[in-house]
């Protein structure tokens, strides 16, 4: 058998038994569709180390200090092994568990979806040059180091090669729906019109690609707890992460995308609408919709009200604005 085929057969294997192997040095339990336990590279009191399984892929990631990847990644940095002593180890694992371990319930074939994916080894090359990346220099500006390095890390932001943001469309189980596209003023944080918003889908390499837009910051639904709040552009979704972390921000990617036929993962959850001021009419539309399908939602009409109250002259400078705008310019509201 020729070496990359014993491997390829190692990694299959490796993948369907990442639970178990991991679980050799951290206990996992299921949490929704994935799994969750104490991070075995960092001390911490509430678990945020997570393991990813499907019929395509299976790797961890810790969102306490950013540890992630495949199943020969854990365990070379958990045992400090090269690699080929990571592959011989993997196989006495494997060996013990098949002994020992009941064997899972073969993994369900995905159901055949009418949308694509965008590849994660595609975004992880995007995930770079922060320093080049406008929107980021801006958030450095209104907030702390970490705080940015979280708001990064937890919303999968990447950089374009031209210093254009790329905001990635992650959906609860983690796929990756495409991604957009916007260059920004490093200094203002406001979008450059002169440069359209574009989608990862859009770039060259990606014929025949199907989309399907949910909620940006969607992947976030796993916590729970917290009330959802909607707003129109991932940006804003973004910066009101930073100022009101007790909610979870997602946003609808436009006026328009907010519908009534993307709230199905928000079933049973708490949600507040913050549209753009020149979106309150159409989005309080909506809102009637959902409660008449029984969803739990209301609006926030502070910022509509507040606008609506000044003088035409005044009011010029608000009419497209939104949540984050009011707290950025320090507006009391
Ligand atoms: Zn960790």
């Not at 943001?165 to 609860?172: A, C, K, R």
């Not at 804003?236 to 036929?261: E, F, K, N, R």
């Not at 993962?265 to 020149?278: A, C, Q, S, T, V």
């Amino acid at each position: 058998m020729a070496a990359s085929e014993a491997y390829i057969q190692l990694k299959n294997k490796a993948d369907e038994r990442i639970l178990d192997i991991i679980n050799l040095y951290t206990p996992l339990k299921k949490a929704g569709i994935n799994y969750v336990g104490m991070c075995p590279f960092h001390t911490e009191k509430t678990p945020s180390f997570k393991v990813y399984q499907n019929s395509n892929k299976a790797f961890y990631k810790c969102f306490g200090c950013d540890a992630g990847g495949s199943v020969f990644d854990f365990l070379m940095k958990m045992e400090n092994l090269t690699f080929p002593e990571c592959c011989e180890r993997l196989k006495k694992y494997l060996n013990y568990v098949d002994e020992f371990q009941p064997k899972p319930p073969r993994v369900q074939e995905p159901v055949k979806t009418s949308h694509d994916y965008i590849n994660p080894e595609y975004a992880k090359l995007t995930f770079a040059n922060y320093d080049k990346n406008y929107f980021v220099q801006f958030l450095k500006k209104n907030f702390d180091e970490t705080t940015v390095t979280d708001l990064i890390n937890r919303f999968y932001i990447g950089t374009a090669l031209n210093g254009a943001t790329i905001f990635y469309i992650v959906d609860e189980c983690e796929e990756i729906r495409t991604g957009q596209i916007i260059m920004y003023n490093p200094i203002t944080g406001k979008r450059l019109k002169n440069l359209p918003i574009s989608w990862i889908h859009a770039q060259p390499g990606f014929q025949n690609f199907q989309s399907k837009l949910c909620f940006f910051g969607q992947h976030q639904l796993e916590e729970f707890g917290k009330p959802i709040a909607i707003v129109e552009s991932p940006k804003t979704a973004v910066i009101m992460t930073a100022v009101y972390p007790d909610y979870i921000w997602l946003a609808s990617m436009g006026a328009t995308q907010l519908q009534v036929s993307k709230f199905e993962p928000l079933k049973d959850r708490e949600i507040i609408l913050f549209p753009d001021y020149d979106a309150y009419k159409l989005w309080d539309t909506i809102m009637w919709k959902a409660i008449k399908l029984n969803y739990d939602v209301t609006i926030y009409a502070s910022l509509f009200e507040i606008v609506n109250s000044m003088n035409e002259v005044e009011k010029q400078d608000y009419l497209k604005c939104d949540i984050a705008d009011l707290y950025l310019s320090k507006l009391n509201f």
